[in-house]
Each structure stands twice: as structure tokens, then as C-alpha cells.
């Protein structure tokens, strides 16, 4: 039996607003090129896109790392003042980037808004940030000697970045590099490249309202397969690459870049847990898993995989969650009632079978999963999100598939319910829902959640930009957006200075002819 689940098949055709297109994207850039882009939303053609080659992608490395040159001279503030412009195109471009960003990847029209704010709310943060880049002075162990520690830029930062938030992580990322002085020369995924064209557009404008000192190449962007992502991350011109996307694609970058003594920041795979105590105020939970499991179609690398809940309460929960689920609308993500929209693609689709298939066979109870709308859209695939009852953190479970599917599993005392969910190879986000003040500070404690994100009363997805953003294990270890991620882009200079007439040597070594 299905789980409910409204399935919208009224309302027009998707059908792209020509304004859409236009306002954000020069023609040249969508010029005939041999990358054929389609939404998701029906699989119809939204243009085609130029590729680089490797030799077009050193060449942009090259502009990049001369504007570097330059950039690393205007004062931090000032380039604060650049973000701040970009910011203000973001605010005026809200609704037109972020219709942009639904039709390129399928997710609700209100996430596309909120995709937008994210990049918005990172600007300003960049912004103070631009005159708070401090670094310490530190009492020296000689007379007449200080000691300082000052942040420089770093040079031309890699970023690569998922279709499935396509242009909020670049935000993350670049906001901060332009700020610390370093240029930015961005590979998006070749599933999303008009939206990563029309930020260009938006940072072209800032550029030139910006004027003289903002040199050319401080924005290069990257469209391309393959060999034009391995020549981004083996190019010695650039000393950081920050990338997110699948554990699998970090294996790759990671060596490669350290092989050259680069440095890498990685935002990988999440498999992200919510455990459920006796205490927990239900109504809340089940508010929180439904946006945490189902938005973005399951496609965050914060969404709620698996839910780990009290034997006790479990019977409970359940049910109310099923009935939340059957009230999920599924159609065109561009109409403002519906909260579900398309996965990215076929692959997606099959990869979110496979998925099942093995649930079942590992012992679990499925409800939901079946495609809908393919009579309609036979070239999009929109899917009931599902339910898998397991009886135990089975194979399927420990994996990340990137679709709506929840894995339930039951747990009798809190440290249980800790190392299950501890007991996966991916540590990005957490949560506990409780009203125990003992239950929650032991999950934020050493030995409680191993993530980088930890939450108590609100699901593992939706992360404000002023924290670090980031997680460990196969997550890759890397920070990125607020707190101090800043020095991730930047290298750390020590600096002694001898102010007295005399030169006494640290650790009161002698060496006087
Ligand atoms: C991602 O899925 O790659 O915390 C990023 C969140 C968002 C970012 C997700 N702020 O869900």
C-alpha cells in the first residue's frame, strides 16, 4: 500500500520564463556548445553550454592567479566593499536567481528563494569579516623582541561545487576568498551550469560598479567534464581547493592535492541521524523530520536518513509521521504548494530503487518510493518519498543515497542510540529531540555525537551560515562559511621583531665567536 502523498498533475506545463533565461545570462554564455542542459522538472532543453578544455582551464587559472597579484594589495575592507555590492546584486536578483536555481535543479521554489538567502546572508557576514581578519600579537620570550601573527592571502582557491545546492556553496566559499584577498576559479557540476553562469553575470556587475581596482579574473568559472576538474585540482597555481560533492569524488581530489602539498577543504557524504527520545515533544519532531527527510527531495548532504527512536515512543511516532508524509504535495517545484519536486536525474532515480530493493532484502518494511508523474513527464522522475522500517543498521543503511528515503530503527537506552548513530562512516549532522536537559547535553558531550553539527530540537538540515559548516570522518574533515573558516583561506605568517641593539637567541643558546 502507498503512503497517501498529494500528486499535483494540474497547473500548466513548466515551460521556461524567457526572463528567467535572459536576465541573468548573456546569450554568448549559452551560445551553441556540446553540453546539453535540461531541468528536471520535465526534461526539457534549457540550453546548451561551451565545455573547457584543460588548456582553456589553465588558461583561466592563469588570469586568476594574475588578478591574485594584485588583489592581495587592496586593502581587506575594500574588498569587503566588492562583496558588498555582490551582495546587494544578490538581494535585487532574489526571485529571478532563485526561479533559476529550481528550474536547474528541481527543488521547491521556496528552498530556490532560501538557496538565494543563504548566499545573501553569507555576503554580509564576509562583509564584517573584511575588517576582522585578526591576527594576534604574542608576548616574546626575548627582551626588546615582538612577536606577531599575521593572515595573508593565499592565492587562487579551487572551488567545485554539487547540483544540489548550485549556488550557495560557491557563495560560501567565494564571499570568503574574495574577502581574504585570494580569486576563485569555480567548477559547478556539469548538471547545473546555467545557474553557476548567472551568479557570474551577478558578480561581473558588482565588479564593474565596483571599479578600477578589481582587476579581470578575480571569477573564473569552469565548465567542463572530468579532465577539466583534474586539471583545477593538480594545477600548483592553486594552493586550495574546497569541494563538495560524493565521498567518492573526495577519494580522488583528496590525494591528488595533497600529492602536490595543496591544501583541500571537504564538504562529502553526510548519512545524518535524528535520535527520538521518551522526552521528545512529538509534534515538533515530526514537523522537523518532514523537512529534513522530504525537502530538496532527499537531496542535501544534511537531509535526515536515519531515525532512531525509543522503543517506547516508536508506535507513536510512526503513524503520525506517515500521515505528515501523505500530506506532502509532489509536482512542478516551481508552483509555490508543492513541497516536493523531481529528483536530478534517471540516475538518481535508479540508484533510489537499488536502495530499496536492498532495504527490503536486509529485512525492512518499505512504504513509498514509486515514481509518479512519468505519464505526464516521462523524462522527469518525481518519486513518493519512502519510509524503510529496518530492523537493524543493515549495509543500506550506513550508505548515503542521495534520495528521500528514511531508515527507522528502534533503540531501548541512549547510549545505544548514540553509537548507532555514531556507528555509520559519515559524521556531517545530527540531532536529538528531547525536552531532557541530561539527555541532551550527553549527546553534545565528548562522548555523545561524533559530527560537526550537533542539534537539539531542530533536524540535522537547514544550517544558518554564521557556524562552521562541515563534518569529520568520510565527510572530509572540512569547515567552510562562518565562525572562523576564514583561515582555511588564508596562510598564517609568524613574524619576529627585534626592536633592542642586542641579539639574544631563543632558548638561551650561545654562539658568540
Ligand atoms: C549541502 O547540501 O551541500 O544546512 C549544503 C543545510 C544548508 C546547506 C546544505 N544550509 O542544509
Same mark, same amino acid.
Given at each position: 500500500p502507498g503512503m497517501g502523498c498529494q500528486v499535483r498533475n494540474g497547473g500548466r506545463d513548466m515551460t521556461i520564463d524567457s526572463r528567467d533565461i535572459t536576465d541573468l545570462l548573456d546569450p554568448a554564455d549559452i551560445a551553441d556548445g556540446p553540453l546539453a542542459v535540461r531541468s528536471p522538472i520535465d526534461g526539457a532543453p534549457l540550453g546548451r553550454v561551451p565545455l573547457d578544455d584543460s588548456a582553456a582551464v589553465a588558461a583561466r587559472i592563469g588570469r586568476a592567479h594574475e588578478a591574485f597579484l594584485h588583489w592581495r594589495t587592496v586593502p581587506a575592507p575594500r574588498r569587503g566593499e566588492l562583496i558588498r555590492l555582490l551582495g546587494e546584486e544578490l538581494r535585487a536578483n532574489k526571485q529571478a536567481l532563485g526561479r533559476l536555481v529550481t528550474l536547474e535543479c528541481g527543488k521547491s521554489i521556496q528552498e530556490g528563494y532560501g538557496e538565494v538567502q543563504e548566499m545573501i546572508d553569507i555576503c554580509d557576514f564576509a562583509v564584517g569579516l573584511s575588517r576582522q581578519l585578526y591576527g594576534l600579537t604574542i608576548a616574546s620570550e626575548r627582551p626588546g623582541h615582538r612577536m606577531m601573527e599575521t593572515w595573508h592571502p593565499l592565492g587562487v582557491v579551487g572551488v567545485i561545487s554539487a547540483f544540489n545546492f548550485p549556488v550557495a556553496v560557491w557563495s560560501w566559499n567565494a564571499a570568503l576568498a574574495l574577502v581574504c584577498g585570494n580569486p576563485v576559479v569555480w567548477k559547478p557540476s556539469e548538471k547545473t551550469p546555467l545557474t553557476a553562469l548567472a551568479c557570474r553575470t551577478l558578480f561581473r556587475r558588482a565588479v564593474e560598479r565596483f571599479g578600477a581596482d578589481a582587476p579581470e579574473g578575480l571569477l573564473e568559472v569552469v565548465i567542463g567534464d572530468r579532465a577539466a576538474g583534474e586539471a583545477l585540482v593538480d594545477? !600548483?597555481?592553486?594552493p586550495l581547493v574546497s569541494a563538495t560533492g560524493s565521498t567518492r569524488m573526495g577519494r580522488e581530489v583528496a590525494p591528488r592535492v595533497a600529492a602536490r602539498f595543496g591544501r583541500s577543504i571537504l564538504e562529502l557524504g553526510g548519512n545524518n541521524a535524528m535520535i527520538v527520545t521518551p522526552a521528545a515533544d512529538l509534534d515538533l519532531a515530526v514537523r522537523a523530520i518532514l523537512f529534513a527527510a522530504v525537502g530538496t527531495a532527499g537531496q542535501r548532504c544534511t537531509t535526515l536518513r536515519r531515525l532512531i527512536v525509543h522503543v517506547d515512543v516508536y508506535d507513536r511516532l510512526l503513524p503520525r509521521l506517515k500521515a505528515a508524509y501523505a500530506q506532502v504535495t509532489i509536482g512542478? !517545484? @516551481? #508552483? #509555490?504548494?508543492? @513541497?516536493l519536486g523531481p529528483l536530478i536525474d534517471r540516475g538518481a532515480y535508479e540508484a533510489m530503487q537499488r536502495a530499496l530493493d536492498a532495504a527490503r532484502v536486509q529485512g525492512g518494511t518499505v512504504t513509498g518510493g514509486e515514481r509518479v508523474l512519468a505519464e505526464r513527464w516521462p523524462d522527469a522522475y518525481y518519486v513518493r518519498p519512502a519510509i524503510a522500517e529496518m530492523r537493524g543498521q543493515t549495509a543500506c543503511v550506513r550508505e548515503e543515497t542521495f534520495a528521500p528515503i528514511l531508515y527507522t530503527l528502534t533503540y531501548r537506552d541512549l547510549d545505544e542510540a548514540v553509537a548507532l548513530q555514531n556507528a555509520v562512516p559519515q559524521g556531517l549532522s545530527s540531532c536529538i529531540f528531547t525536552n531532557d536537559l541530561r539527555e541532551a547535553e550527553r549527546f553534545l558531550s565528548a562522548a555523545g555525537s561524533d559530527c560537526g553539527i550537533a542539534n537539539v530540537n531542530i533536524g !540535522? /538540515?537547514? *544550517? #544558518?551560515? =554564521?557556524g562552521a559548516f562541515g563534518g569529520e570522518k568520510e565527510t572530509g574533515g572540512g569547515r567552510e562559511s =562562518? /565562525?572562523?573558516?576564514?583561515? *582555511?583561506y588564508m596562510r598564517r605568517q609568524t613574524a619576529t621583531v627585534n626592536y633592542s641593539g642586542s641579539l639574544p637567541l631563543a632558548q638561551g643558546i650561545r654562539f658568540d665567536v
Open positions: 594545477d !600548483p597555481r592553486v512542478n !517545484p @516551481l #508552483e #509555490e504548494g508543492n @513541497l !540535522p /538540515s537547514g *544550517a #544558518e551560515i =554564521g =562562518g /565562525s572562523d573558516s576564514w583561515k *582555511a
